[in-house]
């Protein structure tokens, strides 16, 4: 495998773009993915009524709706069956939904008399745990919340889990995002499992990264993830504060989309991950973390499935006020925006080097990374390095993920109004809700304590907590003051983010002066590393694309993201480098009978 053109390594500390480099051309092969070409994958999915349905599209699915070769009931019995194949091995489901053969017989009769609501009419699909559903299935955030450990991985400590403590507890209504989904025709199989650390809820317990069980399967987004790249529905919906989409959709070979947030979306798709802006999706009805970084998001196995979805989930809800940053800024059909690889020729993407691509966590995906940014010159693509963050030795840690930086300056970290954010959230979520009497972040920190040896309210009581439910004591001690610190560190985070931030990295300056407008910026997906807090702070949008598998079989992706509302442009250049790699790969499944828990994560084992 040729990793660079010395065109472009002449480029790796220059800010100049490999045309100014040399006239070398790009010249390298595609890299094969990591995997024992002997290896026998043990879960194998069979037919579904004569059709293989693996990897399928909405696309694929409507041609055989409408031929009359597979009705939804079928569809939605084969994802069933697969589910009980695997998810004894994976964990993924969190709890099914007993009537969504009733939903699909509804929607084949509707079918049968002429009416077909949309592309969705009859399509199943799952939410993460902390997006309500009007129906039979509790939700309840697998735990207390993920901010209720630091545990020992970082990138997975972004949400605060709510589990057993909300079990019997009675949703409103159905989150904004469920009824468009429910009014479309879609049919809700159940709930994802939502992991508090490493994969692991005290509901459901540990989820598994479907390519190696022993190892971390990204979160907290995590058992719609592992659905969706293992067959066992067509697509789901995530959340995401700052990693939960970007992390599974990573390390299961996914796309993921994630929104903005003038309102903050996110959307993850099984191959390619897009987070789209916050306030293009509404959050209503989703158990909180910090109304200034959450965002829903898509997991899918193509970008053109998750845009499909994205057209129908987004719009103005008056229970979100975000969402009324969309208007002029939306677009009704998103999947107009979906195209190939012949889109490269032109491009132009930057690379914000510094700390970014410099992460310890980088280092055993960086040869393939630079393989591909070679491709995408080769296919036409201009790439500018040292395109960096002008705030980034204040505002990007130089240690990988980590929300608390800089924890002695507690007026510059994100983490000090997601956790005051937190406190007054989850309150109003919990104000709401009926049979239940949680109704304070003090009330679930206390139950945490009370049935400890489940939930891991004290350090050590469940391997995957080692350090107890800390965080959560920490956002309850705030008492949700919105104080002068508060106000301090998130106006230093939005400015720092954008406007001397990702927004400044987009206006290249070449060393002879001139200022070149970026169409996006290229990061690892690397979920321990910092290339996710940017956008999240910001609150703007990215998508990650399926890049290669490391030699612990675990997949990683390459990030491209833009500024606020980009998301045409994102959803252009990401199917693009999408069609142009095809890289995503097939779960393998091994150590299958895996029971380690805590799962493998760190720098060297993952």
Known sequence: MKLLSAAF?????????VAECGDEPATTTTAEPNVDPNYVNPFPMSKCNGLVIEDATIAQVNDWFENGNLTSVQLVQCYLDRIAQIDDYVGAIMELNPDSLDIAAQMDAERSQGIVRGPLHGIPFIVKDNIATDDKVPTTAGTVSELTTTCSNPSEVDYFPLSAVLLGSKVPRDAYVVAKLRAAGAVILGHGNMSDSEGYSARRGQTRNAFNLTQEPGGSSTGPGVAVTTNMVMFALGTETDGSIVSPAERESLIGLKREKFGKVTLVLLKLQMIATVGLTSRAGVIPESSNQDTVG???RSLADAAIVLSIIHGVDGRDNATYAQIGKAHDDYTQFVTNSSALKGAKFGLPWARVWEAASTANQLDQLLEVLSLLEAAGATIYNNTDYPSYLTSVSPNGWDWKYPEENPEEAPF???????????????????????RTLEDIVNYNFKYSSVEGGYPGDVPAFASGQDNLVYSLSTGGAMNETYYAALDFCRRTSRAEGIDAALKYTAPDGTVIQLDALLTPSDDSGPASE?????????????????????????????TAFSEPALIKYGSAIDDLL?????????????????????????
């Open 534 to 562: 940017m956008p999240a702070k910001a609150g703007y949008p990215l998508v990650t694309i399926p890049v290669g598998v490391d030699a612990w079989h675990v997949p990683f992706g390459i990030t491209v993201l833009g």
């Open 298 to 300: 898509i997991l899918a």
């Open 582 to 606: 095809k890289r995503r790969v097939k779960p393998t499944f091994y150590d299958y009978d895996a029971n380690n828990i805590p799962v493998n994560w760190a720098y060297g084992t993952y």
């Open 9 to 17: 390594a002449c480029c790796l500390f220059a800010s100049v773009s």
């Open 416 to 438: 000090t109004y997601i956790a005051v954010d937190f406190y007054n959230n989850v309150q109003e979520y919990l104000s709401e809700l009926s049979n239940t009497s949680i």
